[in-house]
């Protein structure tokens, strides 16, 4: 029987649509890693076989081919399963879309292809019979109950899948409208063209119109994909991404209902709640954190709170229905510990800040203050009423050494505290500051050991034989900050101030060492200056016969002896000592260099006699007595003993060289003290205004050439060594020398222009 016209018209419908929706399939499976293209492209590829194929059995008579060609067709039924699936990638619903959900969903289209390939053994399926029509082969069915059920289960899943898809239209603000819409359109029109065949069209002999509408669905599909964009906007992106933000976000979210009931909670609101999401559901919030400052009736209530050493900044929302009622709060808790951390730290910066240009202002005033006084006292009465002025600290109070130690009773105090009480310290932070460290200590007053802690100096509440009393302050919470008074090596006291302030920073504590420095200075000047200027002064003659002393170690059990040819300070706190020899003095070299920051130097080595340049630090016996301001007159060291003649400006200050003495030394001590008509050497023929003329440099620089033997023919010193022991430049002596020289020589040679 030939195929008429309309029985090709058919035919072709029936191609176009195998090859619509088999282009489709092959776009989309380029894409397959876009949400929903690999779903979409095995539904466009099930209609191309079931399209491709009806195509072909209705052009097959034989009744055997036939029934396999339908058979065959049936395997395009699938395409609800793959729509399904589509429909779970492309709205984000993906934890659907698994093997083991997928799989349960598949019995029963496997199921019933196993009846369909099984009819001729039972009637649960179909009947068929050929009814050629237009030239075609047209089968007649008689529907079974399995097949009706499989139908039934179809439709399900079909509008399932178009629920998904129509769903977007609302969830997404109407963003995926079009393409929902285009996708139902080409899933339903199908879909009715076979309920129609099925269920509406009189049972006979009737073509199968749903592949050839396929056709449609493929050129909604189509306008979809090219004009839509389906898969530039996928919907997963928007419900997984959310979700993903949500799920990840390190911001800790809690959804609460209207009894405050925790009904959803991601994973960074678990060290907010202090356990897991899933343990928090279905408890109340409350219970769970202090929210005794959140304010849910608020339209945006904010509250901290702190779990653990961690601060949350919390945030709610009220959450409510098209009807505008209240169905629960949202709870967002940001961590602003670094933020809080960061404001403390600024925070703390900037009364640092304060305090130190208050500091400032203050020791301005005390540096002035100490321009004009010319005793000790006076310095220590100015430093402590300039101090309590301001408002860092309520009370100060200065002592030196042996009234610290316990030993005396010699406070200066002002403010808050009665001149008869002081802070204690600790004999180790005066042993420490002698050490070379000026800076000061913060301590608390309610410290109870007696000694220097970790570095930080203690005090006493009560009277004590190591200490004197705490000054009597009032009963709020005090610190005590502990300034060494110092000069170079010679520590000449300490400073004792009190703040109610918590906590002293280092920054103020160093400002403070400063402070200290200072005011050694300026009892160094003042007891240089009372010696200079006296017309009496105290002598000390002691003995050393300490270890520690380099003269003892020297000349103990060598064959030489030591004496002062002449003394020149130096800027580092050094002093440059001149000692002759007398007998082995490689041995007095050696032995005079032995220590750590000690250095010698060969002035003058013939047989049994030498001068030797000795630079001497504070550590030794000639540097404490240098550093003290005293003026070391000679020494003579023989047998492991050496005696020392000083002149010293005031009784203070020979108490204050005796007690540092004591300290350091063991084996030091007084054999005279006597009161001498002039402490100044007369015994130069210039005038005494023609030495004061030079500055204190040139004094040295020539003083040092001089007992070096620049000036000896030959020379025992050159001028490279002679700046080399004053650490200076070559030109740079020269340059004093030369000031120095014409100043004196202009002195001699032309008095009446040097007085003008």
Known sequence: MSVTATGWLYVGLLGVSAVVTGTLAVYAGRRRQEPGAFGFAGMMAA??????????????????????????????????????????????????????????????????IGLLWTKQWHDLWWSTTIDPAHGLAILEFAYGPAFLAHTLYSYVIILLASALLLRLVFVSDYLYADQSALLVFGILAPVGFNVADIAILEPGAVVDLTPVVFTVSGLAFGYALFRRRLFDLVPATRRLGRNAAIGQLETGIVIVDTRHRVVYANEAAAPVLGCEPAVALDVSVRSLLDLTEVDFDAPDGLAEIERDGTVYEVRTSPITDRHDRTIGHTLVAHDVTARKRRERRLATQRDELETLSALNALIRGVVQALVSETDRAGIERAVCDRIVEGDLYHTACVGDVATWNGDADRWTAAGAAGSDAAPEVGRERLDAAEGGTSSAAAVDSDAESTGAIDGRASVSDGAGSAGAHLPTVPDEDHTWVVVPVVYGRTVYGAIGLATKREDVSVREQSVLGELGEAVGHAINAVSTRQLLSTEAAVELEFESTAAADPLVAATDGADCSLELAGVVPSDDHSTLAYVRVAGDVDAA??????????????????????????????????GTVVDHG???????????????????????????LLDSLDRRFDGVHLLAKRECASPL?????????????????????IEAAYRAGYFDWPRESTAEEVADSMDIAPSTLHSHLRKAEGSLLAALFEPERDDE
């Open 47 to 112: 209609e191309t076989v079931w399209s491709g194929t009806y195509a072909v059995a209705l052009l097959v008579h034989d009744p055997a081919a036939r029934t396999v060609l339908e058979n065959v067709k049936w395997l395009g039924t699938c395409v609800y399963l793959w729509l399904l699936l589509f429909a779970f990638e492309y709205t984000g619903h993906d934890e659907f879309a698994t093997r083991r959900v997928l799989g349960a969903l598949s019995v029963p289209w496997v199921a019933s």
């Open 630 to 656: 005293a003026q070391l007159r000679s020494f003579e060291a023989t047998d492991g003993r050496v005696v020392y003649e000083v002149e010293v400006a005031s009784d203070d200050a020979v108490r204050s």
């Open 681 to 701: 050497d007369e015994s130069t023929e210039l005038p005494a205004d023609t030495i004061d003329g030079l500055t204190d440099r040139q004094q040295e620089a």
């Open 589 to 622: 070299a050696s032995a005079l260099a032995a220590g750590a920051d000690h250095s010698v130097r060969r002035v003058r080595d013939q047989d049994d006699d030498g001068l030797l340049e000795w630079r001497a630090t504070g550590s030794t016996p000639v």
